[in-house]
C-alpha cells in the first residue's frame, strides 16, 4: 500500500504539473505561462542563412594596421615615400636613406611582431617592403569575425523583439537565422545585415570638391554621400562630400543609443552616449576642430556634416535625417547591439506564410489524430480491459509531451508532430510487450497478481533497452541538428520518457488499484 501510495502521489503530481503548464496554449486567460512556440514551419516566418565575408574583416585589419603604422613612423619621425594597402590584404612600405630603413625595421620588430615580411627590394636607392599577416592570424581573425557576427545579429534580433529565433553558426562562415512569426521581413533582412559602422570623419574642406567629383581626388580623402528623400515626391537625391579618409572616433565606445524627438520639429532623432574613454576623445575632437564640419558617417552613407561651434563635453551626440519612427528605432538597435565586423552576404532565403503554416497544423493535427484512433481501437479489439489502461495511458503520453514542451519552452516544429505520431506507436509498443508477457504468465497457470508482477519484471529490463537506445539518438539529433531536425528531437525524446514513466509507472498503478485495492480476480486481456 505504501508503496502504491507513492506512485499515486508522484503521478498525480506530474499530470497537475503538465496541465498547468499546457492550459496556456489552450486558453491564455486561464494562467499566466508562456504557452508552447510554434516553428517556422508552423506559424510562417523567415529563413536565412547569411555568409560571413571574413576576407573583408582580415582586409580591415590590415587597413587598421597601416594606420597605425603611418602614425606611429610619423610619431618617430620615420620618413617614407608611402605606404599603402595592396591586393586586399598586403601593405606596401617605400623608404629613403638608410637611416630610415633602419629605424622603419626596429619600429616592426618593437610594435608590428604580428606582420610577416614577404619580401623586400631595393631598386633606385628606393627600399621597398611588403608585408602580410601569417595564415594563422589570418585564420584566427576570420574565425572571431564569424563569431562576432553571429553574437552582434542575436543581439539585434533580441532587441527587435522576435520570440525564439534560432540562431546558429553553420560551417566555419555562414550563420542560419530562423524567425518564427515575423511579418516584415524587409526590414528584419535591413537589420539583420547592416555592418553599422559608425564613423566621426571630418570634412576637407581645403580642397575643391567639384575637382574631386570630375576624378582628381586629393590622397587622404574620399567622396561620400548623403540621401536625402523629398516626402511629396519620394523622390531621393544624393549629396556629395568631401570627407578624410582617417576616422577620428568610430562607434567602438558607444554604451548607449535611443530614439528622441526634437522638440522644434517634431521628428526622430537618435541620441547616442559615449563611455568614458569615448566622451573625452569626442570632446578632444570637437574642441580641436572647432568651426570645422564633422561628418558622421554610418556605413559609408554621410548622416550630417554640422559645423562644430565649440567643445562638446558630456560624451553625447545626436544622428539627425529623415527617419521615420521605425528607421530610426531600427538604427538605434544596430548601434546598440555593435557594428558587424564584416559584411554578410545572404545566400538563401525563404519565407513560409502564416496560411501555410495553419495548414500544416491542420493536417498534422488530423494525422495524429487518425494514427491515435486506430492505435486506440487496435488495442481495445486485441487486449481488451488492459487495451484501455494502455489507451488511458496513452492520452496521457501525449498531454506530458505537450507539458514537457511548454515547460522547456521548446519549440514545436512539423517533424515535430511527426515525433509525436512516432511516440503513439512507441508508447503502446511497451504496453504490448508487458501484455505478451503477462498472457505468458496466466497460460502458466498463475493468478492475475502473480502474472502482472513476473511480467513487468520479466519486461522492464527488453524496455529500459530499447528507449534508452532510442533515447540516444534523439539526444545526437538534437546536438547536430539544426530547424526542424532539432524539433523532431526534442518531441521524440520527451515521448521516450513519458512512454517509459507511463508504461512502467502509471498502467502498473492501475493494474494494482484493481488487483490489490479492488482485489479482482479476473483480469481482461
Same mark, same amino acid.
Given at each position: 500500500?505504501?508503496?502504491?501510495?507513492?506512485?499515486?502521489?508522484?503521478?498525480?503530481?506530474?499530470i497537475?504539473?503538465?496541465i498547468?503548464?499546457?492550459?496556456?496554449?489552450?486558453?491564455?486567460t486561464?494562467?499566466?505561462?508562456?504557452?508552447?512556440?510554434?516553428? /517556422?514551419?508552423?506559424?510562417?516566418?523567415?529563413?536565412l !542563412?547569411l555568409?560571413?565575408?571574413?576576407?573583408?574583416?582580415?582586409?580591415?585589419?590590415?587597413?587598421?594596421?597601416?594606420?597605425?603604422?603611418?602614425?606611429?613612423?610619423?610619431?618617430?619621425?620615420?620618413?617614407?615615400?608611402?605606404?599603402?594597402?595592396?591586393?586586399g590584404?598586403?601593405?606596401? !612600405?617605400?623608404?629613403?636613406?638608410?637611416?630610415?630603413?633602419d629605424?622603419?625595421e626596429?619600429?616592426?620588430?618593437?610594435?608590428f611582431?604580428?606582420l610577416?615580411?614577404?619580401?623586400?627590394?631595393?631598386?633606385?636607392?628606393?627600399?621597398?617592403? +611588403?608585408?602580410?599577416?601569417?595564415?594563422?592570424?589570418?585564420?584566427? +581573425?576570420?574565425?572571431l569575425?564569424?563569431?562576432?557576427?553571429?553574437e552582434?545579429i542575436?543581439?539585434?534580433?533580441?532587441?527587435?523583439? !522576435?520570440?525564439?529565433?534560432?540562431?546558429?553558426?553553420q560551417?566555419?562562415?555562414?550563420?542560419?537565422?530562423?524567425?518564427?512569426?515575423?511579418?516584415?521581413?524587409?526590414?528584419?533582412?535591413?537589420?539583420?545585415?547592416?555592418t553599422?559602422?559608425?564613423?566621426?570623419k571630418?570634412?576637407?574642406?581645403?580642397?575643391?570638391?567639384?575637382?574631386?567629383?570630375?576624378?582628381?581626388?586629393?590622397p587622404?580623402?574620399?567622396?561620400?554621400?548623403?540621401?536625402?528623400e523629398d516626402?511629396?515626391?519620394?523622390?531621393?537625391?544624393?549629396?556629395?562630400?568631401?570627407?578624410?579618409?582617417?576616422?577620428?572616433l568610430?562607434?567602438?565606445?558607444?554604451?548607449?543609443?535611443?530614439?528622441?524627438?526634437?522638440?522644434?520639429?517634431?521628428?526622430?532623432?537618435?541620441?547616442?552616449?559615449?563611455?568614458?574613454?569615448g566622451?573625452?576623445?569626442f570632446?578632444r575632437?570637437t574642441?580641436?576642430?572647432?568651426?570645422?564640419?564633422?561628418?558622421i558617417?554610418?556605413?559609408?552613407n554621410?548622416?550630417?556634416?554640422?559645423?562644430?561651434q565649440?567643445?562638446?563635453?558630456?560624451?553625447q551626440?545626436?544622428?539627425?535625417?529623415?527617419?521615420?519612427?521605425?528607421?530610426?528605432?531600427?538604427?538605434?538597435i544596430?548601434?546598440?547591439?555593435?557594428?558587424?565586423?564584416?559584411?554578410?552576404?545572404?545566400?538563401?532565403?525563404?519565407?513560409?506564410?502564416?496560411?501555410?503554416?495553419?495548414?500544416?497544423?491542420?493536417?498534422?493535427?488530423?494525422?495524429?489524430?487518425?494514427?491515435?484512433?486506430?492505435?486506440?481501437?487496435f488495442?481495445?479489439?486485441?487486449?481488451?480491459?488492459?487495451?484501455?489502461?494502455?489507451?488511458?495511458?496513452?492520452i /496521457?503520453?501525449?498531454?506530458?509531451?505537450?507539458?514537457?514542451?511548454?515547460?522547456?519552452?521548446?519549440? /514545436?516544429?512539423?517533424?515535430?508532430?511527426?515525433?509525436?505520431?512516432?511516440?503513439?506507436?512507441?508508447a503502446?509498443?511497451?504496453?504490448?510487450?508487458?501484455?505478451?508477457?503477462?498472457?505468458?504468465?496466466?497460460?502458466?497457470?498463475?493468478?492475475?497478481?502473480?502474472?502482472v508482477?513476473a511480467?513487468?519484471?520479466r519486461?522492464?529490463l527488453t +524496455?529500459?533497452?530499447?528507449?534508452?537506445?532510442?533515447?540516444?539518438?534523439?539526444?545526437?539529433?538534437?546536438?547536430?541538428?539544426?530547424?526542424?531536425?532539432?524539433?523532431?528531437?526534442?518531441t521524440?525524446?520527451?515521448? !521516450?520518457?513519458?512512454?517509459?514513466?507511463?508504461?512502467?509507472?502509471?498502467s502498473? /498503478?492501475?493494474?494494482?488499484y484493481?488487483?490489490?485495492?479492488?482485489?479482482?480476480?479476473?483480469?481482461?486481456?
Amino acid at each position: 500500500m505504501k508503496n502504491i501510495s507513492w506512485r499515486l502521489v508522484a503521478v498525480v503530481v506530474i499530470i497537475v504539473t503538465a496541465i498547468i503548464y499546457v492550459l496556456p496554449s489552450i486558453k491564455p486567460t486561464l494562467w499566466p505561462h508562456k504557452k508552447i512556440n510554434l516553428g /517556422l514551419d508552423l506559424q510562417g516566418g523567415m529563413h536565412l !542563412v547569411l555568409e560571413v565575408d571574413t576576407e573583408k574583416a582580415v582586409e580591415s585589419t590590415v587597413e587598421r594596421i597601416s594606420q597605425e603604422l603611418r602614425s606611429l613612423m610619423k610619431k618617430e619621425r620615420i620618413r617614407h615615400s608611402g605606404i599603402k594597402r595592396i591586393e586586399g590584404s598586403r601593405i606596401v !612600405v617605400r623608404l629613403q636613406d638608410q637611416k630610415n630603413v633602419d629605424d622603419f625595421e626596429k619600429l616592426l620588430d618593437k610594435e608590428f611582431e604580428v606582420l610577416r615580411i614577404l619580401s623586400k627590394l631595393t631598386e633606385d636607392e628606393i627600399f621597398t617592403v +611588403i608585408m602580410d599577416l601569417p595564415a594563422k592570424e589570418s585564420d584566427q +581573425i576570420k574565425k572571431l569575425a564569424t563569431e562576432q557576427a553571429l553574437e552582434t545579429i542575436r543581439n539585434r534580433i533580441d532587441q527587435f523583439g !522576435v520570440s525564439e529565433p534560432d540562431i546558429r553558426l553553420q560551417g566555419e562562415n555562414r550563420i542560419l537565422i530562423q524567425l518564427p512569426g515575423i511579418k516584415d521581413t524587409q526590414r528584419a533582412k535591413e537589420l539583420i545585415g547592416r555592418t553599422a559602422l559608425l564613423e566621426f570623419k571630418l570634412l576637407d574642406e581645403t580642397h575643391d570638391l567639384n575637382a574631386a567629383l570630375q576624378g582628381n581626388v586629393p590622397p587622404g580623402s574620399e567622396i561620400l554621400y548623403a540621401t536625402k528623400e523629398d516626402t511629396e515626391t519620394n523622390r531621393e537625391t544624393k549629396i556629395p562630400y568631401l570627407v578624410k579618409k582617417h576616422t577620428q572616433l568610430t562607434g567602438a565606445n558607444l554604451t548607449d543609443a535611443r530614439v528622441q524627438i526634437d522638440s522644434q520639429y517634431n521628428e526622430p532623432y537618435v541620441s547616442i552616449t559615449f563611455d568614458k574613454k569615448g566622451g573625452r576623445d569626442f570632446a578632444r575632437i570637437t574642441e580641436a576642430n572647432v568651426k570645422k564640419r564633422l561628418a558622421i558617417v554610418l556605413d559609408k552613407n554621410v548622416y550630417s556634416a554640422p559645423v562644430i561651434q565649440e567643445k562638446i563635453t558630456g560624451g553625447q551626440a545626436r544622428i539627425t535625417g529623415s527617419f521615420s519612427t521605425d528607421e530610426a528605432h531600427d538604427l538605434a538597435i544596430i548601434l546598440r547591439a555593435g557594428a558587424l565586423p564584416a559584411p554578410v552576404n545572404i545566400l538563401e532565403e525563404r519565407t513560409v506564410g502564416p496560411s501555410l503554416g495553419s495548414d500544416s497544423i491542420r493536417k498534422g493535427l488530423f494525422s495524429m489524430c487518425v494514427g491515435g484512433i486506430l492505435v486506440i481501437m487496435f488495442m481495445v479489439i486485441y487486449y481488451k480491459g488492459s487495451g484501455l489502461i494502455a489507451d488511458f495511458a496513452l492520452i /496521457l503520453n501525449i498531454l506530458l509531451i505537450a507539458g514537457g514542451l511548454a515547460a522547456l519552452q521548446a519549440t /514545436l516544429t512539423l517533424p515535430g508532430i511527426a515525433g509525436i505520431i512516432l511516440t503513439i506507436g512507441m508508447a503502446v509498443d511497451a504496453n504490448v510487450l508487458i501484455f505478451e508477457r503477462i498472457r505468458e504468465e496466466m497460460s502458466l497457470g498463475k493468478t492475475p497478481r502473480a502474472a502482472v508482477d513476473a511480467g513487468y519484471a520479466r519486461a522492464t529490463l527488453t +524496455i529500459l533497452d530499447a528507449n534508452v537506445t532510442t533515447l540516444i539518438a534523439a539526444l545526437v539529433l538534437f546536438q547536430f541538428g539544426t530547424g526542424p531536425v532539432k524539433g523532431f528531437a526534442v518531441t521524440l525524446s520527451l515521448g !521516450v520518457i513519458s512512454s517509459l514513466f507511463t508504461a512502467l509507472i502509471l498502467s502498473r /498503478l492501475i493494474f494494482d488499484y484493481f488487483l490489490i485495492i479492488r482485489k479482482t480476480k479476473h483480469l481482461s486481456i
